[in-house]
């Protein structure tokens, strides 16, 4: 299939302009996400409706804490990354085109079928996640589009990648956004991620502004990115360009792909960045991929009521039917909230 977002060069070369890469492509060769190809001057996406995962999930294990609690999501990707994170906790389908010699596999779904699929599990909305959404753009916008009319909510969970232009196309259909924020430091994005930060700060700014419920998600790693002064600044930066409603997901490293070496992320470490996210002032802190207590329930802001209690994916709500504290009366934040 043709790809979207791209301009035609000299000599039948392409600039693909889907992500802040902006590769240009020279005929017959590929971008850095391994998944677009240049063909006469053609840009062609070969992902297209080749799904490699395909699950019902709790929508709170994406993580998206703050969108119909306790309902489920189908969850699809295809293979590929426009990242190459030297941590990535799904390396065998996010860089399976760049370690294996381009090699793209995958079954044959139509975006009808996901939808279809959705309706059929009892889902409430379709995740694109796993791997990077926005390298399958295409197939997610379309079958964001029919889960539109069939109700359904739409969810990316990304890197934040997404050009001004990509944006613009999928706000129309995407509800909420999952946007890893890997750290606060340009040199931790060019070594570890082959990436840059400024570009992922521009993208969660651009989706608040066009209306896209966001989440935020930091994997902390011992020695890379907990640096205390550097996490303090990441929660001033979500506090006051996403606002202060803005939920912060604090998640435990778990050694793989090439930090197969470093050590899992301290408990104290996790807590540390809760406490400084708190005073911060963001109103919804939460730690992920290790048991703590509190750690995954959503409290109220104004009086500290619990209003939705998380024992691993089995969710309690405790607000109004219009999503408040019952307590206090407090507004909680985020879509189709209530008791």
Known sequence: MEAYLYEVLQNKAVQCNLCHHRCIITDGKRGICNVRENRGGTLKTLVYGKIV????????????????????????ATVGCNFKCRFCQNADIAQMPADRSGLVPGENFTPRDIVSQALKNHCQSIAYTYTEPTIFFEYALETARLARAKGLKNIFVTNGYMTPEAIEMASEFID???????????????????????????????????????????????????????????????????????????????????????????????????????????????????????????????????????????????????GRCPHCNEKIHGIGLSS
């Open 53 to 76: 995962a395909g699950h019902v999930d709790p929508v709170e294990k994406k993580p998206i804490y703050h969108m119909m609690p306790g309902s489920r999501s189908y969850s699809i």
């Open 176 to 322: 909420a956004a999952n946007v890893d924020l890997k750290a606060f430091n340009d040199s931790f994005y060019k070594k570890y991620c082959s990436a840059r930060l400024a570009p992922v700060m521009e993208t969660l700014k651009h989706m608040k502004t066009a209306g896209i419920w966001i989440e935020v998600t930091t994997l902390l790693i011992p020695g890379l990115n907990d640096d205390e002064h550097e996490i303090a600044a990441l929660a001033e930066f979500i506090a006051d360009s996403l606002g202060r409603e803005t939920p912060w997901h604090i998640s435990r490293f778990h050694p793989a792909y090439r930090l197969l070496d470093t050590p899992l992320t301290p408990v104290e470490s996790l807590t540390a960045a809760f406490k400084i996210g708190k005073n911060a002032g963001l109103k919804y802190v939460y730690i992920g991929n290790v048991a703590t207590k509190n750690g995954s329930d959503t409290f109220c802001s104004n009086c500290g009521t619990t209003v939705i209690d998380r024992k691993g994916y089995t969710v309690r709500c405790n607000m109004t039917g219009d």
